[in-house]
């Protein structure tokens, strides 16, 4: 099985393909992850200026980047699995270049946006802040998150079947 998959990809031919995929992969994870992280961010924040309850503020962020990872991890394992013979070095291209426009807007955002969001809605941050403690239940279920999204790519990577997101 191995073998076929090795012929599929041409990696006897151009040894580079596996090098440039794994690269791919381990990029496109990164950015999966980061885009979920940077949407949470920026989520949290909007919740902590609208003056959103705390189990809101706290739950929601998570909750949704974890339905974003999910849609994106699994959109892109249909992409790569629908495409046979992919493009190993653009698609390294593409994915590294993802990975570091997300990373500059995640720096962006935190660097200018929530300096700006503290000097405008500081009254609002420090209700956030001095009401956050004690929500244990809530930190542990996020605290599971991480851990379901690695069960989530194992799945994926390990049973090599699609899942069909809308039908």
Known sequence: MLEEFEKQLNFNKNPS???NLIGAGGFS????????????????????VLKFDI?????????VGFFLFCVLFISGFN??????QPD?????????????????????????MVQYLYENHSENYEIY???????????????????IEYAIMAYF???????????
């Open 17 to 19: 393909n596996l090098i």
């Open 29 to 48: 994870i990164y950015s999966v992850f980061e885009i979920g992280n940077l949407f949470s961010f920026i989520l949290l924040h909007v919740l902590i």
């Open 55 to 63: 189990e809101t503020i706290i739950l929601a962020p998570e909750i």
């Open 79 to 84: 992409f790569l699995f629908k495409s046979h």
């Open 88 to 112: 190993s070095q653009k698609l390294l291209i593409y994915s590294i270049s993802l990975f570091f426009i997300v990373i500059t807007i995640q720096f962006l955002f935190s660097f200018y």
């Open 129 to 147: 802040y001095d009401n956050r403690n004690g929500f244990y239940e809530y930190q542990t279920i996020i605290s599971l998150i991480p851990i």
């Open 157 to 167: 990577f390990l049973s090599k079947r699609k899942l069909v997101l809308f039908k």
